[in-house]
């Protein structure tokens, strides 16, 4: 039987109190099973600014800035010595390759053994010669451990650029069409929000596959990557222990479960760890300025390391939506 807030503490909010719904009902929480895939945020400025970025990207938005190439490399230091057995490194942003030290962090964590995923608008940045150069000559040394993923909302041009703006349509396919001349590895993130079947978004996404010449099986969801949308405009129910089983749905099997991200603040003295991609300003989600401290993490929205679900990401993304950002 599902234990209950005491009647005073009833009268909350959604999402408010770390440990209790708005209906008295215990949240619930998922435990890091391990860190299969550490998320660095390379910093929010982008070339572009999308309608609905859940972490408002543009050109201008620098709320998380540049991590430098010395940070990431102590962070990996630090997975070595606790072993930690982290099999991926993951970068996001913003555009990461606009940070100055991108090339210089992907060689550094493919060096070491790890698998690479960049995830990019393939645009630009990315198109510059010393860039493409550099994409080049680590395709050749690591080849398929290198994994470059990029943001195609929609397999039309209309919708596509809906979302990203006009005349991004083109410059996006030329940064794939680039990428798949170097055979480096290739995935699209494509988008859930424009009432289709996933059966027809992949049948579309097909379709234009097919007419570029891409190596990208349409069919393989790590390869083709349909996330749900986060514009926090629709009232999502809170996930209690309870919704486990009736969701027949493990904890093991979310996100926080396996990855953190790192990011770095404005103004901050250098990054800290929180427990995914989707809660890059959140003060109340920081796990400390180390991966040791985050997997010490408690009180507020954390019990030992675990994580409490206390957003609507949580809900509508990872537990409803089956959202992954690995």
Known sequence: MEIRAPKARRALEKFQDPDWTAQGERRATVGL???????????TLCNIECV??????????DRLVY???????????EIAELKLGTREVAFTGGEPFMNP???????????RGFEVLVLTNAMQPMQRPNIRRGLGELAEAYGERLTIRVSLDHYTQSLH????????WLKTLDGVDVLAGMNIALAIAGRTCWDETDEVSRAGYADLIAARNWSID????????LLPEMDGKHDVPEITNGCWD????????????????????KGSQGPVVVPCTLLPYEVAFEMGASLKASL???GGMFTKGSVKLCHSHCAKFCVLGGGSCS
Do not use: F
């Not at 609905?52 to 201008?60: D, E």
């Not at 991590?67 to 230091?77: C, G, H, P, R, T």
């Not at 991108?102 to 060096?111: G, P, S």
């Not at 009736?246 to 603040?265: D, H, N």
């Open 52 to 61: 609905n970025c859940y972490i408002a990207s543009s050109p201008s938005n």
């Open 161 to 168: 650029e809906s979302e990203r703006g006009p005349k991004t």
């Open 218 to 225: 349409p069919e393989d969801k790590s390869r083709l990557v």
């Open 101 to 111: 030290d991108m090339l210089a962090m992907l060689e550094d964590a493919l060096d």
């Open 296 to 298: 010490e993490a408690n």
């Open 33 to 43: 099973d391990r860190l299969d895939t550490l998320w660095v945020n390379t910093g």
């Open 67 to 77: 991590i430098s190439a010395a940070e990431v490399s102590a962070l990996l230091d």
């Open 246 to 265: 009736i969701l027949s749905l493990a904890p093991a099997s979310m996100m926080c479960a396996t990855s953190r991200m790192v990011v770095k603040r």
